[in-house]
């Protein structure tokens, strides 16, 4: 998935696809779905923050 979202690299005139250790520099070593929970943790903390009425909220925080 890192692959196509930093997508291929320009490197001496040719593109190619990025090494693998070139995708997890910008995570400075932590694991990539560790990465992705704390996002989604980030996300809840701001739902919660958002007034009751807000319709992303209501959206994520809906019980189908």
């Known amino acids: 998935m890192l692959r196509m979202i930093y997508g291929p690299v320009y490197d001496n ?14 995570y400075n070593g932590l694991h990539i779905v560790n990465v992705i929970k704390i996002g989604r ?8 923050r958002m007034q009751e009425l807000d319709p992303w ?8």
């Open 13 to 26: 005139g040719t593109w190619r696809t990025r090494y693998t250790n070139e995708l997890y520099i910008p």
């Open 57 to 64: 909220r209501k959206l994520t925080l809906l019980n189908p």
């Open 41 to 48: 943790l980030r996300w809840l903390v701001h739902l919660f």
